[in-house]
């Protein structure tokens, strides 16, 4: 039980095109769902922590208006990084959390994707 | 601010051998520690989780100890594999947010 699933797991694009990463909760209903980014050899950062129905909340130094995030639905949060550029590439993972599941304190993390911008 | 550092940063040892990874915190708030592991270009693995009240949790040839007070857990390996090797992630769970503050990593490689 208590999966996350990331789509797409790779993806190339161009500078200046948008890319959507796609983060779904497969068994279970993920009220809150946070959003990492990962760049070579370096831990997770977090990005932004997103409610179902309601706005992100982004950390510090993060640009909303770069990463938008959706979280319209208790299995669905989309991360969509617009006008992309070369420094944009990174590995993007995402984790979501059940108030239901281990008091909804632990996080059940994706796969993750990572973005190349050419 | 929540800062998590993990000693030492890489570590390599022969098959067989017993290891120690460190993983300390500056805000001993917490309430919960995890252990990741992550494989090259892969996602992340849990491997142990300490609720804040717990001293230490074991699965298989891991043991993980937590030492709120003094900011410290360890996750010891016994027996190590080559097919441990693999990068070793800590975070505490800090917050209303549930926020998770990752540490700095210890890449692992366990030689034949």
């Known amino acids: 039980g208590a999966v996350v699933s990331q789509h797409p797991s790779w993806v190339i694009c161009k500078s200046g095109t948008s890319v959507k990463i796609e983060c779904r909760s497969l068994?279970?209903?993920?009220?809150?769902m946070f959003w990492y980014r990962q760049f070579p050899k370096q831990s997770l950062m977090l990005m932004a922590t997103s409610n179902e129905g309601s706005k992100a909340t982004y950390e510090q130094g993060v640009e909303k208006d770069k990463f938008l995030i959706n979280h319209a639905s208790l299995t669905l949060s989309t991360l969509t990084v617009t006008s992309a550029h070369p420094e944009d590439s990174s590995f993007y993972i995402c984790?979501?959390?059940?108030?239901?599941?281990?008091?909804?304190?632990?996080?059940?993390f994706g796969p993750g994707t990572r973005l190349l911008v050419l | 601010k929540q800062e998590v550092t993990q000693i030492p940063a890489a570590l390599s040892v022969p098959e067989g051998e017993n290891l120690v990874l460190n993983c300390s915190f500056t805000d001993s708030a917490i309430y919960n520690l995890q252990w990741f592991r992550q494989d090259p270009g892969k996602g992340l693995t849990s491997l142990l989780l300490i609720q804040s009240s717990q001293r230490e949790q074991t699965s298989g040839r891991l043991n993980a100890s937590l030492d709120k007070s003094s900011g410290r857990s360890t996750l010891y390996i016994a027996a190590s594999q080559p097919g441990d090797s693999a990068t070793y992630l800590c975070?505490?769970?800090?917050?209303?947010?549930?926020?998770?503050?990752f540490g700095t990593g210890t890449r692992l490689q366990v030689t034949l």
């Open positions: 975070a505490v769970g800090t917050g209303t947010a549930s926020k998770l503050t």
């Open positions: 068994d279970f209903q993920a009220t809150t």
């Open positions: 984790s979501a959390r059940d108030l239901k599941l281990m008091g909804g304190r632990t996080q059940y």
